[in-house]
């Protein structure tokens, strides 16, 4: 990998837990990126039991100096071990990949990293990805014909995010951001992803740009963080973040016409019938007031 100076440009930051079928794969997308920067890579091993460490300590071992695995003393959860690594990167750009997906194209980090230098209007850059199942012999999902799009705060409030999941970002790795990981909110979170998506183009208000191609791979697995999950604890989990959004951010009239018609056509329903109406009337005034 070609290096113009020795200060890290991004930091590739990987969360695992038993993903020992998977991992390498990840870690192999990582190495052979195609840079005129330096890259680190920083894994969240959260006291894997199937072998998963024992895989990652062998990349480190053959490379020291681009390679660090985080320790823990116990299981701390997805959350938790977010924050550690997010809190770990040193790049100027963060990428992120959890260890049981992968990307594709050696050239992603350098063409994400050339559009965020040359546009300084957006926070965050994705591109599209393929869906598939956990040993890549079936596709679940991929657009052909992918074209750009872009996203700001306003959009990503009522769930408009499509293309930019958790292998396709890189974002400013600035102070303002950082400091997502460092309120006491965020431990609640279920879909950290999307409170880092959220709270980039609030905290900043700039936009995210998807880039025209497909350069990662999604697997859908048991051992996935949502793909095991039923129906109503899923829809509860989103709700629990839901209530979070629309307590920690700002609005505008406009946004908040916005999220309520979101709220009143995703979840209002269901709060009800699983929660209270005293619930949903309290949602609703918090979304208005």
Request: net charge positive; aromatic share 14%; hydrophobic share 35%.
């Amino acid at each position: 990998m070609k290096e113009d100076n020795n200060e890290v440009m991004v930091s590739i930051f990987c969360i695992t837990y038993n993903h020992c079928k998977f991992i390498a794969k990840a870690l192999d997308g990582f190495l052979m990126q195609k840079c005129n920067f330096k890259t680190e890579i920083i894994i969240g091993d959260d006291c894997s039991t199937d072998g998963t460490t024992e895989i990652i300590d062998e990349y480190v071992a053959k490379h020291p100096d681009q390679i660090k695995r985080l320790k823990a003393p116990k299981n701390i959860g997805a959350t938790q071990n977010v924050i550690r690594v997010a809190l770990e990167t040193k790049g100027k750009y963060v990428a992120t990949c959890d260890g049981d997906d992968y990307w594709l194209d050696p050239y992603k980090l350098q063409k994400q990293v050339d559009f965020l230098e040359n546009n300084p209007e957006y926070v965050m850059c994705c591109h599209y990805t393929r869906e598939i199942n956990f040993d890549d012999t079936e596709l679940f999902y991929m657009d052909f014909n992918p074209v750009p799009l872009q996203y700001s705060f306003s959009d990503l409030i009522v769930n408009r995010q499509v293309e930019t999941c958790t292998a396709t970002i890189v974002y400013r790795n600035i102070e303002a951001i950082r400091n997502l990981y460092k309120n006491d909110w965020f431990l609640k979170c279920h879909a950290c992803d999307k409170l880092l998506k959220l709270y980039c183009t609030w905290v900043t208000g700039k936009k995210i740009y998807v880039l025209p191609e497909v350069m990662s791979c999604y697997r859908r697995h048991p051992g996935g963080v949502w793909s095991p999950v039923a129906y109503i604890p899923l829809k509860k989990m989103q709700l629990s973040d839901f209530y979070i959004i629309i307590k920690i951010f700002t609005y505008t009239g406009l946004q908040k016409v916005k999220l309520l018609n979101f709220y009143l056509r995703k979840y209002f329903l269901f709060e009800v019938k699983y929660k209270t109406f005293g619930n949903a009337f309290q949602t609703i005034k918090t979304i208005v007031n």
